[in-house]
């Protein structure tokens, strides 16, 4: 059972352009909703975060927007560059019981921004 | 900085063998998680830790099993491994179960079996 669904799959931009990357949930007891970005031959890297009670949070050229009752939020990526192409993941976090704690990413997006 | 580090980036095993991947952290985490990342799969959780000889079976558990002797290390082991076991493998690991702390993940290790 996936418990989180992502898309696009992949994704192609000019530089300049915004990228724009969906995730939707079904479980409402995940408490933190990351998102993670992964270069060839790396392991993921926190890029940035929000909890539920927040609807947007913007760090430089990343946003992600929140919809608590939609159960989505999704990253946007204002005047990507080349240097933002890249895998990335979106993730959300247990809340209760034996799941506290843990992570349950979505399958990723690969990103390529054309120069 | 946090650093994990996983003990081999790549290694080629044949089928049956014993295979066992090493992560180590060096930021005294009481959390660590071993998953595979296949293309169009994503992250799939196998096993994870939140302490010394404690486990718990992630979403994808068969045919692997863990160990957690020591605080800073841990295992995972593939008890016979088959061809569909080839993968890549990524160790993480965080500091504790709430908070707004980051998994902080290894650079992986490719493992192929024959």
């Known amino acids: 059972q996936q418990q989180v669904k992502q898309s696009p799959q992949s994704l192609i931009v000019q530089k300049g352009g915004i990228s724009i990357i969906n995730c939707a949930y079904e479980?409402?007891?995940?408490?933190?909703f990351p998102w993670y970005q992964q270069f060839p031959g790396k392991g993921p890297a926190l890029l940035i975060a929000i909890r539920p009670d927040v609807s947007e949070k913007k760090e430089g050229r990343f946003t992600i927007s929140f919809n608590k009752s939609a159960k989505q939020f999704s990253l946007h990526i204002m005047d990507s560059q080349p240097g933002d192409s890249a895998t990335y993941f979106c993730?959300?976090?247990?809340?209760?019981?034996?799941?506290?704690?843990?992570?349950?990413f979505g399958r990723g997006t690969q990103l390529t921004v054309w120069p | 900085d946090v650093k994990v580090t996983q003990s081999s980036r790549y290694l080629v095993k044949r089928t049956g063998e014993k295979v066992f991947l090493e992560c180590v952290q060096d930021m005294d985490h009481e959390n660590m998680f071993w998953y595979r990342q296949d293309p169009g799969l994503g992250l799939r959780l196998i096993y994870f830790?939140?302490?010394?000889?404690?486990?718990e079976k992630g979403d994808i558990p068969e045919g692997y099993s863990v160990s957690r002797e020591k605080k800073e290390r841990f295992s995972l082991i593939l008890e016979s491994a088959s061809t569909n076991q080839t993968s890549m493998y990524l160790c993480?690991?965080?500091?504790?179960?709430?908070?707004?702390?980051?998994?902080?993940f290894g650079d992986g290790t490719r493992l192929s079996i024959l």
């Open positions: 993480a690991s965080t500091p504790g179960q709430g908070g707004n702390q980051p998994q902080h």
């Open positions: 479980n409402t007891a995940f408490d933190y």
């Open positions: 830790s939140y302490d010394v000889k404690m486990k």
């Open positions: 993730a959300t976090r247990g809340q209760r019981g034996s799941t506290l704690g843990r992570l349950y």
